[in-house]
């Protein structure tokens, strides 16, 4: 894998806000910013089958989301040697953690999902428990002993245009539920899938790919 280019602000959809400002409502009636989009059955899209996608920001300019629960073969000691980072207190139980495949945009670029706390230099604050930064500081700050102590890590993100989403849950590709910060990084990967589906209420060994979306 090429070494990973985190280390810039990125220019990603809808992330003009100030460091640290809270999203704003989505222009359109329907908005998932902070919820989970779960796959159906009947996707079988080979990058999003499967998938529990967060929803970091939804608004006229389209949507971006992380997918939590697709792990690549790096870890986090892996990401910090390739891009150079000098570890001075230790990763504080994150050393082992593996780096999320968040979506096919930008999968050289590093994404982080984490408990707001300190300002970073391009961070939106999407809920009181969770933010979401594309600059390197937050993972300097990890660095020395200083990062936030709830985080997942993501190379690659998701993104949809304006009206493709909404498009796709009409013909059956997506659940939608509010997203539990649990889940989110507290949950065993492999959990995620099941645990972001029992938030419906649903079992998904109940499930066929014919199910309608809710």
Same mark, same amino acid.
């Given at each position: 894998?090429?070494?990973?280019?985190?280390?810039?602000?990125?220019?990603?959809?809808?992330?003009?806000?100030?460091?640290?400002?809270?999203?704003?409502?989505?222009?359109?009636?329907?908005?998932?910013?902070?919820?989970?989009?779960?796959?159906?059955?009947?996707?079988?899209?080979?990058?999003?089958?499967?998938?529990?996608?967060?929803?970091?920001?939804?608004?006229?300019?389209?949507?971006?989301?992380?997918?939590?629960?697709?792990?690549?073969?790096?870890?986090?000691?892996?990401?910090?040697?390739?891009? /150079?980072?000098?570890? /001075?207190?230790?990763?504080?139980?994150?050393?082992?953690?593996?780096?999320?495949?968040?979506?096919?945009?930008?999968?050289?670029?590093?994404?982080?999902?984490?408990?707001?706390?300190?300002?970073?230099?391009?961070?939106?604050?999407?809920?009181? /428990?969770?933010?979401?930064?594309?600059?390197?500081?937050?993972?300097?700050?990890?660095?020395?002993? /200083?990062?936030?102590?709830?985080?997942?890590?993501?190379?690659?993100?998701?993104?949809?245009?304006?009206?493709?989403?909404?498009?796709?849950?009409?013909?059956?590709?997506?659940?939608?539920?509010?997203?539990?910060?649990?889940?989110?990084?507290?949950?065993?990967?492999?959990?995620?899938?099941?645990?972001?589906?029992?938030?419906?209420?649903?079992?998904?060994?109940?499930?066929?790919?014919?199910?309608?979306?809710?």
């Amino acid at each position: 894998m090429k070494k990973s280019k985190i280390g810039t602000t990125l220019p990603v959809p809808g992330m003009s806000h100030e460091a640290g400002e809270s999203v704003g409502v989505a222009s359109n009636a329907l908005n998932l910013a902070n919820h989970f989009l779960i796959a159906m059955p009947s996707m079988q899209d080979p990058v999003f089958g499967g998938a529990v996608v967060y929803v970091c920001e939804h608004n006229e300019n389209g949507v971006l989301g992380v997918v939590i629960n697709k792990p690549t073969d790096m870890t986090m000691h892996t990401l910090f040697e390739r891009i /150079e980072l000098k570890v /001075e207190s230790g990763l504080e139980g994150h050393d082992d953690e593996p780096i999320m495949f968040g979506g096919p945009v930008q999968d050289d670029r590093g994404f982080v999902l984490h408990t707001p706390g300190h300002r970073y230099s391009s961070s939106l604050t999407v809920t009181d /428990e969770i933010a979401f930064t594309t600059s390197i500081d937050v993972l300097e700050a990890v660095a020395a002993g /200083e990062g936030p102590p709830r985080m997942l890590v993501s190379i690659g993100y998701s993104g949809w245009s304006p009206g493709q989403l909404e498009d796709e849950i009409g013909r059956n590709g997506w659940l939608t539920v509010g997203a539990d910060p649990e889940i989110l990084f507290n949950m065993p990967i492999e959990e995620r899938y099941t645990a972001a589906m029992r938030l419906l209420g649903i079992d998904p060994l109940m499930l066929t790919s014919e199910a309608g979306h809710a």
